[in-house]
């Protein structure tokens, strides 16, 4: 009988500790879905004109619906367009916490002529009081990890420059441009931000891009998939005119546009995204990205 009891004991013990083991977490997910869309009704605006600068009344407006002071104050002007036709300016927002790029993170936004907001687009990550937690592994390792997963085989080129963020590493045999490696913070899915990077590799078969996010441990957390023809939709006036200019790029032509430290536009329809978690089976999904040019 205290045999018996003994075991049961031991067994509950096994279970309460399986339970209570923490998994690694995974990337959030910064799809067009899930982003939060304000947008003004006809002959409306979200916000008066003032003469403020657009990525502050940005701010203003994106306090006002809740985002803290911490997350506002994350927010950095990537790009600003003033629009030839109609008058309407496009703004385009990236998230910097501790010095680095918030991997995905985005806020788009459009001013009418009269500089009266009327649409936005915010899916940014909450800045946690932690800030960012560092990365164990360096640039070097983490293009030894993308290689691994796409290219087995082809050893870690030699690092060739440095500026900031983003490291260039030699260019490796059957590759259209230099390896480059951007340490990034990468949101995840419990809420943390966490050092990581996000390798671009191009390679010259098939003329393949890959734009790879690998976790500060070393894992290979997601892979997208860019080719030479991708096709993106353009809004040529803004996003409250149905006006839309399709356009695509020819077989032929090399991969351009879409830079990774800018994540500047244009952007395909289709984009393939493999997210790759610590004890889950590797899968496939569709992305659709249709954007805003901004």
């Known amino acids: 009988m205290r045999r018996i009891l003994i075991v049961s004991l031991l067994g509950v013990c096994l279970t309460a500790f399986a339970s209570g083991e923490k998994k690694d977490p995974d990337p959030a997910r910064f799809e067009a879905a899930g982003a939060r869309v304000y947008r003004a009704e006809p002959g409306r605006a979200l916000m008066a004109a003032t003469k403020a600068a657009p990525a502050d009344s940005v701010a203003r407006f994106l306090s006002g619906k809740g985002l803290s002071p911490a997350t506002?104050?994350?927010?950095?002007?990537?790009?600003?367009?003033?629009?030839?036709?109609g008058g309407t300016t496009h703004v385009r927002m990236e998230q910097r916490v501790?010095?680095?790029?918030?991997?995905?993170?985005?806020?788009?936004?459009?001013?009418?002529?009269?500089?009266?907001?009327?649409?936005?687009?915010?899916?940014?990550?909450a800045v946690p009081a932690a800030g960012v937690a560092p990365a164990s592994v360096n640039e070097a390792q983490a293009l030894l990890a993308t290689l691994a997963h796409l290219y087995p085989g082809v050893p870690t080129?030699?690092?060739?420059?440095?500026?900031?963020?983003?490291?260039?590493?030699?260019?490796p045999l059957g590759f259209h441009e230099p390896p480059t490696v951007e340490r990034v913070a990468i949101a995840m899915d419990d809420g943390s931000l966490r050092a990581g990077f996000e390798v671009e590799t191009w390679s010259e078969?098939?003329?393949?891009l890959h734009y790879t996010l690998v976790a500060g441990d070393g894992r290979v957390l997601a892979s997208e998939l860019?080719?030479?023809?991708?096709?993106?939709?353009v809004f040529t006036e803004n996003p409250n005119v149905i006006t839309i200019t399709s356009l695509s790029r020819p077989a032929t032509a090399p991969i351009s546009g879409r830079l990774v430290r800018s994540r500047s536009p244009p952007a395909p329809n289709t984009v393939m995204r493999r997210p790759f978690a610590s004890g889950r089976a590797?899968?496939?999904?569709?992305?659709s990205a249709s954007s805003v040019c901004a």
């Open 72 to 85: 506002v104050a994350s927010l950095r002007t990537a790009a600003e367009n003033r629009a030839a036709r």
């Open 98 to 125: 501790g010095g680095l790029r918030v991997a995905d993170a985005y806020v788009k936004a459009t001013f009418n002529a009269r500089g009266e907001l009327i649409h936005v687009i915010e899916n940014v990550a």
């Open 157 to 171: 080129p030699a690092l060739l420059t440095r500026q900031g963020n983003v490291s260039v590493f030699d260019r």
């Open 205 to 208: 078969k098939n003329n393949v």
């Open 226 to 233: 860019r080719t030479n023809s991708d096709q993106y939709k």
């Open 282 to 287: 590797v899968s496939s999904r569709l992305r």
